[in-house]
């Protein structure tokens, strides 16, 4: 109404409407109720941490992010304001498999069997490799992931899939982490399978386990990172060269996935702050 009385005289518009004049006015002088306010609050508060975020988050995560500050709010209410906004989270595609089985190289038994829990760091780390498109070509991508954090402790980038890009996120994992006893977990990949790759397992004292072939559940939490990064960074944009998609890659990773983004696994933490935790519990 107060929008239309340049338009329509007052007491028109409430006969109309079927309200009284004096209800009208009061109405105004009351002003905004304070669930009307709290709602302009959260939906503000709501809409930065989806920014925050990279606008990846839906409703659990935010939700989470605001309990943690302390703001006490059901998750049907979130979800009701980000509707509100046009705000939603992003949602994940099936991965393409990547790696081949050489049929001349040694292979090794499943010690895992789909039980991707370990009680503590260092225990069971799973590794994969992926491919991100460019303008100049694709860019492959070999992660190492312990599976107690779900953090990516090792990781490497270049523009062939070969045994040295997984060789090199191998020896970033060993560089900080400690890996004796671990159980490296992968598919029947031909750069994992290499002799080299082998070898170097042996030198660190790391156990080599591996899925049965053509099976993607058997390597399901390396797979579901990447479909992560699927669909919270690949599809989002395009990359013209390599290296800027090696510059996004690596911000989505350390900057991002590892210490900001809250994985639902993890009681909506991220893998940072859930190795911090468990450290302060132990101590």
Same mark, same amino acid.
């Given at each position: 109404m107060k929008a239309n009385q340049a338009e329509h005289r007052v007491s028109t518009m409430c006969r109309?409407?079927?309200?009284?004049?004096?209800?009208?006015?009061?109405?105004?002088?009351?002003?905004?109720?304070?669930?009307?306010?709290?709602?302009?609050?959260?939906?503000?508060?709501?809409?930065?941490?989806?920014? &925050?975020?990279?606008?990846?988050?839906?409703?659990?995560?935010? !939700?989470?992010e605001l309990t943690e500050d302390g703001e006490r709010v059901a998750r049907k209410r979130v979800a009701r304001l980000m509707r509100a906004q046009g705000l939603r989270g992003v949602s994940r595609r099936k991965w393409t498999r990547t790696t081949l089985r050489d049929g001349a190289e040694e292979t090794?038994?499943?010690?895992?069997?789909? &039980?991707?829990?370990?009680s503590r760091p260092n225990v069971l780390w799973v590794a994969d490799a992926t491919y991100i498109p460019t303008w100049e070509g694709f860019l492959y991508l070999a992660v190492v992931v312990d599976v107690y954090s779900r953090r990516v402790v090792g990781w490497s =980038?270049?523009?062939?899939?070969?045994?040295?890009? =997984?060789?090199?996120?191998?020896? =970033?994992?060993?560089?900080?982490? &400690?890996?004796?006893?671990?159980? !490296? !977990?992968? &598919?029947?990949?031909?750069?994992?399978?290499?002799?080299?790759?082998?070898k170097r397992c042996r030198e660190a004292g790391v156990t080599l386990s591996m899925g049965s072939v053509g099976d993607c559940y058997d390597n399901a939490l390396c797979e579901s990172f990447f479909a992560t990064l699927e669909c919270e960074l690949i599809e989002r944009g395009a990359f013209p060269t390599r290296a800027a998609a090696r510059l996004a890659v690596f911000d989505f990773i350390e900057a991002f996935y590892n210490r900001k983004r809250r994985h639902s696994a993890l009681g909506y933490v991220s893998p940072v702050a859930f190795e911090r935790a468990a450290e302060q519990a132990a101590a």
């Open positions: 109309v409407l079927e309200v009284s004049p004096s209800g009208y006015y009061a109405w105004l002088r009351r002003g905004a109720s304070a669930r009307s306010r709290r709602d302009v609050e959260l939906s503000a508060r709501i809409a930065a941490i989806h920014h &925050d975020s990279r606008g990846t988050y839906g409703v659990p995560r935010i !939700h989470a090794f038994p499943d010690l895992v069997e789909r &039980d991707f829990t370990a =980038m270049g523009s062939r899939l070969v045994t040295g890009l =997984m060789l090199d996120a191998l020896d =970033m994992a060993l560089g900080q982490r &400690d890996a004796r006893g671990v159980i !490296h !977990h992968s &598919d029947h990949g031909a750069q994992y399978t290499s002799i080299a790759f082998g």
